[in-house]
């Protein structure tokens, strides 16, 4: 299992990022798709999730409204679309899947910097 993200940077406040996790080493319409993020000094959360056909799909209460999980199984890619992004959203952000045995695989993650 191989997880790549991509589309990290810096923005300021109020701008927008999207995110973009390529997998590869399963078969990737068959899971549900997580993105994680740890902010400096904080524990590892869940931000999203999305099911293997793309509904339904759920988000921390932090970003709801602001924050968009997709998914192109074509391209055995999922994304995370960023909008009025805070400083509270800095963080490194890891693309995530869970197989059925339980397994967590992780990317390398790519970091968000929000800064004016």
């Known amino acids: 299992v191989q997880l790549v993200e991509s589309g990290g940077g810096l923005v300021q406040p109020g701008g927008s990022l999207r995110l973009s996790c390529a997998a590869n080493g399963f078969t990737f319409n068959n899971y549900g798709m997580r993105w994680h993020r740890q902010a400096p000094g904080k524990e590892r959360e869940w931000v999203a999730f999305i099911s293997r056909g793309g509904q339904p799909t759920n988000y921390v209460d932090s970003v709801k409204g602001r924050f968009t999980i997709s998914r192109d199984n074509a391209k055995n890619t999922v994304y995370l679309q960023m909008n009025n992004l805070k400083p509270e959203d800095t963080a490194v952000y890891y693309c995530?899947?869970?197989?059925?045995?339980?397994?967590?695989?992780w990317g390398k993650g790519t970091l968000v910097t929000v800064s004016s």
């Open positions: 995530n899947v869970v197989d059925t045995l339980l397994r967590n695989y």
